[in-house]
């Protein structure tokens, strides 16, 4: 079955460490979203990357990074310097950016 | 800026009793608006994309309309197993392709 993976579903981290989220997809598509959803806000955009070797910043990239080096791979680095990285982190993908995108089932990470 | 409104937060309904969820939104240039289903602690499950005013889409219980300035989800009948957050989200002109503006969402609780 095609579909997006991530992985871990649960982090747990001490303030201060860098934390890396997995996320993989077969559907053989091009562009690919990291979003972060928090309670009573919608959606927000973190990265996004049309195709392998690019990316581009969304609404709220402080603090986070992201490499794309394989067409299924899309690896999201919550660093240090994120200020509140406590949240439900969402990839997507989708064929191309027009149309609709795809989510795996999402990481909670909580920092302490 | 896009924007995407939706009402009401939160519906109650009784097994059996029909209802519509409202997506008001403001873009320029809409480009295609969609709907999701998000069950707790999961990602968002892709339903409809509406292209144009007039467009209509159905799928089971759920049917999806859009006017130029709105678009309902109307639920015909639902059983307690479509209990979920539903979301809707717009992509329009500004911001590069890839910018899609989520909404909220709409916390529905089918009773049996």
């Known amino acids: 079955d095609g579909g997006i993976t991530q992985s871990p579903k649960y982090l747990f981290r001490k303030e201060g460490q860098n934390v890396t989220l997995s996320c993989e997809q077969n559907?053989?598509?091009?562009?690919m979203y990291w979003y972060r959803q928090d309670p009573g806000q919608g959606l927000r955009l973190i990265y996004y990357?049309?195709?392998?070797?690019?990316?581009q910043k969304g609404d709220i990239a402080e603090g986070y990074s992201v490499s794309r080096e394989k067409k299924e791979s899309f690896p999201l680095t919550v660093t240090s310097a994120q200020k509140n990285p406590t949240a439900f982190y969402l990839c997507?993908?989708?064929?191309?950016?027009?149309?609709?995108?795809?989510f795996g089932p999402g990481t909670r990470l909580t920092v302490t | 800026e896009d924007q995407v409104t939706q009402s009401p937060e939160a519906l109650r309904l009784q097994e059996g009793e029909s209802s519509s969820l409202n997506c008001s939104y403001t873009v320029s240039g809409l480009r295609g608006l969609f709907w999701y289903r998000q069950d707790p602690g999961k990602g968002p499950e892709f339903l409809f994309t509406?292209?144009?005013a007039g467009e209509e889409k159905e799928k089971e219980r759920l049917k999806a309309t859009l006017t130029k300035k709105e678009s309902f989800l109307h639920i015909t009948a639902p059983k307690p197993e479509d209990s979920a957050t539903y979301l809707c989200?717009?992509?329009?002109?500004?911001?590069?392709?890839?910018?899609?503006?989520f909404g909220t969402g709409t916390k529905l609780q089918v009773i049996p």
């Open positions: 559907l053989n598509h091009d562009a």
């Open positions: 989200a717009v992509k329009g002109t500004l911001g590069g392709y890839q910018k899609v503006t």
């Open positions: 509406l292209y144009s």
């Open positions: 997507a993908s989708s064929t191309a950016p027009l149309y609709e995108q795809y």
């Open positions: 990357s049309q195709i392998v070797n690019d990316f």
